[in-house]
């Protein structure tokens, strides 16, 4: 029998998946390995086992391809989570299940591309002894052990196009329009497509907010003569009194959603606007990859192979530029990386006049930092007056020297 390696996808499907799939079977036939591709997730690992045999032949032309030929599931048997953090112990019947599945098959290395809900399971299968390696996909962007993870350019990318097209219906009318963008614990996607897409106003989960605060920035422009306004927020954004909105389901996480349509409606009622809502939902997981996320989830795919060459199993690829390192699967899904509300990207936006609801609008991040550089350059030019007078003392007393 030849070598061989397997490779499923996991959780909610996003651009870039099948760039994975074809970065791990051209990387693995150079190598002489036969490589499986396992249906439905981790599903297709277990009564029944479902796969097919991936070559480049058929996978020609997938690059480009949005989803995943292979198929995925977030719901059923591997369900690992619940919510942060909140690990699900898996059946030992299907543990021991997999377990034969991957030694009956003579498979080597098992490629488990997720987020950290997929990959707490891959985790819970190194524990076992089944051999594992991971690749990060999710387009929150909240995986704390890579600067990026494939899929998070390509809906950014796609709620950029929507706040594009709302920037001229919103320009025309008047009107107050609200994106609310994916995003369950962290707002990478609200944030960088605020700042590309012209956004006035951006909603995060990690930085508190309040209706009074956005109305202020509204009222602000209109103001200065701008009587539109872009408002962007993350669907796991928190409302003023602390709840996040959304649909409670039994022994699963909260569905999220319904955020945007909320704030559309208070903004209308205090400020007597009109204001329309777009909520984007699965529209930012659909459509071709980015370059960066074709790219990216290509690199991915190949070193997964290097992983697995070099039997470091239980390990996660990440990226850190300009180099593709790795990590204990353990540590990636360990902590959700969050936007600093106090980092570059955050400052930048403040400093162009965003609101991210928390203050009142006008106020710069820099503006402490120009009344430092002014008592600083005060101080400097009267060092500076001091030190000529002392040379001119200097030079009186010496020219009165007999």
């Given at each position: 029998m030849s070598k061989r390696l397997g490779i499923l996808t996991s959780g909610g499907d996003c651009p870039g998946l099948n760039a994975v799939i074809r970065g791990v079977v051209k990387a693995s036939w150079q190598l002489g390995y036969e490589c499986l591709g396992f249906l439905k997730g981790y599903e297709g690992l277990y009564d029944p086992v479902r796969y097919i045999t991936l070559t480049p032949k058929n996978t020609a032309g997938i690059l480009t391809q949005g989803g995943t030929i292979l198929g995925s599931?977030?719901?059923?048997?591997?369900?690992?989570?619940?919510?942060?953090q909140d690990r699900v112990d898996l059946d030992p019947e299907l543990l021991e299940g997999v377990a034969g599945t991957v030694k009956q098959l003579g498979i080597e290395g098992l490629v488990c591309i997720g987020g950290d809900g997929s990959l707490a399971v891959a985790q819970q299968f190194h524990e076992f002894g089944i051999p594992v390696v991971g690749v990060p996909k999710t387009i929150d962007?909240?995986?704390?052990?890579?600067?990026?993870?494939?899929?998070?350019?390509?809906?950014?990318?796609?709620?950029?196009?929507?706040?594009?097209?709302?920037?001229?219906?919103?320009?025309?009318?008047?009107?107050?329009?609200?994106?609310?963008?994916?995003?369950?614990?962290?707002?990478?996607?609200?944030?960088?497509?605020?700042?590309?897409?012209?956004?006035?106003?951006?909603?995060?989960?990690?930085?508190?907010?309040?209706?009074?605060?956005?109305?202020?920035?509204?009222?602000?422009?209109?103001?200065?003569?701008?009587?539109?306004?872009?408002v962007v927020v993350a669907e796991g954004a928190h409302l003023p009194t602390g709840e996040m909105v959304g649909e409670e389901r039994r022994g699963?996480?909260?569905?999220?959603?319904?955020?945007?349509?909320?704030?559309?409606?208070e903004l209308e009622e205090r400020l007597h606007r009109e204001a329309r809502c777009v909520v984007l939902g699965h529209l930012q997981r659909g459509g071709a990859p980015t370059t960066f996320?074709?790219?990216?989830?290509?690199?991915y795919g190949a070193h997964a192979v290097r992983l697995i060459v070099e039997r470091k199993f239980g390990q996660m690829i990440c990226y850190n530029p300009p180099d593709m390192g790795s990590v204990p699967i353990i540590e990636a899904v360990h902590q959700i990386r969050l936007?600093?509300?106090?980092?570059?990207?955050?400052?930048?936006?403040?400093?162009?006049?965003?609101?991210?609801?928390?203050?009142?609008a006008g106020l710069s991040p820099f503006a402490c930092s120009a009344e430092a550089a002014d008592v600083q350059t005060a101080e400097d030019v009267e060092l500076d007056a001091e030190f000529t007078l002392d040379l001119a003392d200097a030079a009186t007393e010496e020219a009165l020297q007999p």
């Amino acid at each position: 029998m030849s070598k061989r390696l397997g490779i499923l996808t996991s959780g909610g499907d996003c651009p870039g998946l099948n760039a994975v799939i074809r970065g791990v079977v051209k990387a693995s036939w150079q190598l002489g390995y036969e490589c499986l591709g396992f249906l439905k997730g981790y599903e297709g690992l277990y009564d029944p086992v479902r796969y097919i045999t991936l070559t480049p032949k058929n996978t020609a032309g997938i690059l480009t391809q949005g989803g995943t030929i292979l198929g995925s599931t977030n719901k059923g048997r591997f369900a690992a989570t619940v919510g942060v953090q909140d690990r699900v112990d898996l059946d030992p019947e299907l543990l021991e299940g997999v377990a034969g599945t991957v030694k009956q098959l003579g498979i080597e290395g098992l490629v488990c591309i997720g987020g950290d809900g997929s990959l707490a399971v891959a985790q819970q299968f190194h524990e076992f002894g089944i051999p594992v390696v991971g690749v990060p996909k999710t387009i929150d962007n909240d995986l704390s052990a890579t600067a990026y993870t494939f899929g998070f350019s390509s809906a950014v990318a796609c709620a950029t196009d929507a706040l594009d097209r709302l920037h001229t219906t919103a320009a025309a009318h008047e009107r107050i329009m609200v994106l609310e963008v994916m995003g369950r614990h962290a707002g990478w996607i609200a944030l960088h497509a605020g700042i590309a897409g012209g956004g006035d106003v951006i909603l995060i989960p990690e930085i508190p907010w309040s209706f009074e605060n956005v109305c202020h920035k509204i009222l602000d422009r209109e103001v200065h003569g701008k009587h539109f306004t872009l408002v962007v927020v993350a669907e796991g954004a928190h409302l003023p009194t602390g709840e996040m909105v959304g649909e409670e389901r039994r022994g699963a996480q909260k569905k999220l959603g319904g955020i945007g349509p909320l704030i559309a409606r208070e903004l209308e009622e205090r400020l007597h606007r009109e204001a329309r809502c777009v909520v984007l939902g699965h529209l930012q997981r659909g459509g071709a990859p980015t370059t960066f996320d074709r790219v990216l989830a290509t690199q991915y795919g190949a070193h997964a192979v290097r992983l697995i060459v070099e039997r470091k199993f239980g390990q996660m690829i990440c990226y850190n530029p300009p180099d593709m390192g790795s990590v204990p699967i353990i540590e990636a899904v360990h902590q959700i990386r969050l936007v600093d509300s106090e980092g570059a990207a955050v400052q930048a936006a403040r400093a162009l006049g965003i609101s991210f609801g928390d203050c009142e609008a006008g106020l710069s991040p820099f503006a402490c930092s120009a009344e430092a550089a002014d008592v600083q350059t005060a101080e400097d030019v009267e060092l500076d007056a001091e030190f000529t007078l002392d040379l001119a003392d200097a030079a009186t007393e010496e020219a009165l020297q007999p």
